[in-house]
C-alpha cells in the first residue's frame, strides 16, 4: 500500500499559482498517480493523474521527477472557485489498495 | 451525459433506526462504490460493485451495514441499526473499469446525521 502525504492545509491569493506537493515514497513500479478535487457539499472531481514527468490538461498540471517518490500538482492563477479539498492518490492495475487521504485543504483568498 | 444520482440528499434519524440510500450510476457504467466520508476527512471505501458482483468489500461493517445491486444498476446501501458515528456523508461513485486508477464520477451525496 502506497501511503500518501500532503500538507493539511495551504493558503493562497487569486492569480497566483498554487503547488501541492504529495509524497509517496514506497509508489511500486506499476502506480499511477491521480488528483481529485472536492468543493464543499460535493463529491470529489477527477482533475488529472499520470504515470512521469509532466502531465498537463485545461484544469492542472502534474509534475512528477525521475524517481516518482512525490509528486506536484500545479493550478495556474488560482480564483477563489479555486477552494476546495484536493487529494493525491496512488495506486496502479490490479492494485485495488488506492485510497483517499484527509486531502489537502486549498484556500483561495482575494 | 446525466450524472450520478443519489437521494436522499439529507436525512435524519436517531440511533437505532434504519435509513437507506439510493444510487443511480451514470448509464454504462460497470463499477459502482459506495464511500462513507466523515467530516474531516477523505472518503472511506465502504464497498466496490463489478456489475451485480461485489469486488470489495473489506471496508464494510456488515454487522450493521448492507449493499445490494441486484440488477447491475442502480444499488442501495443500507443501515441497521445506526449508530451516531454513522453521521457522515454517503457517496456513491461509478466508473467504466474495475480498476479504482480509472476515473470515479462521484454523485452529491447524502449526508446522514444520527440523533
Known amino acids: 500500500l502506497a501511503k500518501t502525504t500532503q500538507p493539511i492545509s495551504m493558503d493562497s491569493y487569486e492569480g497566483q499559482e498554487v503547488n501541492i506537493t504529495c509524497s509517496h515514497n514506497?509508489?511500486?513500479?506499476?502506480?499511477?498517480i491521480t488528483w481529485y478535487q472536492q468543493f464543499p457539499s460535493q463529491g470529489p472531481r477527477f482533475i488529472i493523474q499520470?504515470?512521469?514527468t509532466k502531465v498537463t490538461n485545461e484544469v492542472a498540471s502534474l509534475f512528477i521527477p525521475a524517481d516518482r517518490k512525490s509528486s506536484t500538482l500545479s493550478l495556474p492563477r488560482v480564483s477563489l472557485s479555486d477552494t476546495a479539498v484536493y487529494y493525491c492518490?496512488?495506486?496502479?492495475?490490479?492494485?485495488?489498495?488506492?485510497?483517499f487521504g484527509a486531502g489537502t485543504r486549498l484556500t483561495v483568498k482575494p | 451525459e446525466a450524472g450520478v444520482a443519489q437521494s436522499p440528499r439529507y436525512k435524519i434519524i436517531e440511533k437505532r433506526q434504519s435509513v437507506a440510500f439510493w444510487c443511480n450510476p451514470i448509464?454504462?457504467?460497470?463499477?459502482l462504490y459506495w464511500y462513507q466520508q466523515i467530516l474531516g476527512q477523505g472518503p472511506k471505501l465502504l464497498i466496490q460493485?463489478?456489475?451485480?458482483?461485489?469486488?470489495?468489500d473489506s471496508q464494510l461493517p456488515k454487522d450493521r451495514f448492507s449493499a445490494e445491486r441486484l440488477k447491475g444498476v442502480d444499488s442501495t446501501l443500507k443501515i441497521q441499526p445506526a449508530k451516531l458515528e454513522d453521521s457522515a456523508v454517503y457517496l456513491c461513485?461509478?466508473?467504466?473499469?474495475?480498476?479504482?486508477?480509472?476515473?470515479?464520477?462521484f454523485g452529491p451525496g447524502t449526508r446522514l446525521t444520527v440523533l
Open positions: 461513485a461509478s466508473s467504466t473499469r474495475t480498476d479504482r486508477i480509472h476515473e470515479q464520477f
Open positions: 514506497n509508489i511500486a513500479t506499476n502506480d499511477y
Open positions: 499520470g504515470y512521469k
Open positions: 492518490l496512488v495506486g496502479g492495475l490490479n492494485n485495488n489498495d488506492m485510497r
Open positions: 448509464s454504462g457504467h460497470a463499477t
Open positions: 460493485f463489478q456489475n451485480n458482483g461485489v469486488v470489495d
